[in-house]
Every structure is written in structure tokens, then in C-alpha cells.
């Protein structure tokens, strides 16, 4: 059983910042990629960033520049900062995850970012 515990998601003004933090437990053998995703009301689910077990990083045209993904190899966590957020941020972030063979969703977390 693998799990991923999502924290960090919160009410900010814009222009203000947040850091997302996704932990990862249990039977997990070897995390490739592990990135993050959000779901705005009435959107897909769309890429935010991902970072690869080497470092490798890519990030949606939208956050570019604005936001950060790291990781720690050790803790099986995967970061996001935010930065200079905008209202149109305002969506529920999920943490992803992929080994070899699996892929995992975490449960989500609220970001809500005001004018």
C-alpha cells in the first residue's frame, strides 16, 4: 500500500506565497518521477510541474518562472514552492507519482488565492 500525504495548500492574497509538500510511504521500491498536478472548478486536471529522480524539472507554460518543484530522494517528498501567486492559481493540487511499473494520486489539497 502506497500513500501520499499532502500538506501545505492554504487562503493567500495574491502576489503571496505557498509551499506544497507531498510525502510518499509504504511499499515503494524506486519513485522515478514525481511532480504535481491542479484542477481548477470546471477544468481538467493540468500539469503544474514535475521533477525527475535526477533533477530533471519541466513546468507548465502558467507557472513558469513563478513556481519551483523539488525533491528529497531520501524522504520520498516532493515540494512545490509558489511563489507571486495569482487568483487564476486557485485550484485543488495533487501530488503524483511514478515508478516502473505504478502510478499514484494523492488525495489533493486546496489552494485558494484571492484578489
Known amino acids: 500500500q502506497v500513500q501520499l500525504v499532502e500538506s501545505g495548500g492554504d487562503l493567500v492574497q495574491a502576489g503571496g506565497s505557498l509551499r506544497l509538500s507531498c510525502a510518499a510511504s509504504?511499499?515503494?521500491?524506486?519513485?522515478?518521477?514525481m511532480g504535481w498536478y491542479r484542477q481548477a472548478p470546471g477544468k481538467q486536471r493540468e500539469l503544474v510541474a514535475t521533477?525527475?529522480?535526477?533533477?530533471?524539472?519541466s513546468y507548465g507554460d502558467s507557472v513558469k518562472g513563478r513556481f519551483t518543484i523539488s525533491r528529497d530522494n531520501a524522504k520520498n517528498t516532493v515540494y512545490l514552492q509558489m511563489n507571486s501567486l495569482k487568483p487564476e492559481d486557485t485550484a485543488v493540487y495533487y501530488c503524483?507519482?511514478?515508478?516502473?511499473?505504478?502510478?499514484?494520486w494523492g488525495q489533493g489539497t486546496q489552494v485558494t488565492v484571492s484578489s
Open positions: 503524483n507519482i511514478k515508478t516502473a511499473m505504478y502510478e499514484y
Open positions: 509504504g511499499s515503494i521500491f524506486s519513485i522515478n518521477t
Open positions: 521533477i525527475t529522480r535526477g533533477g530533471s524539472t
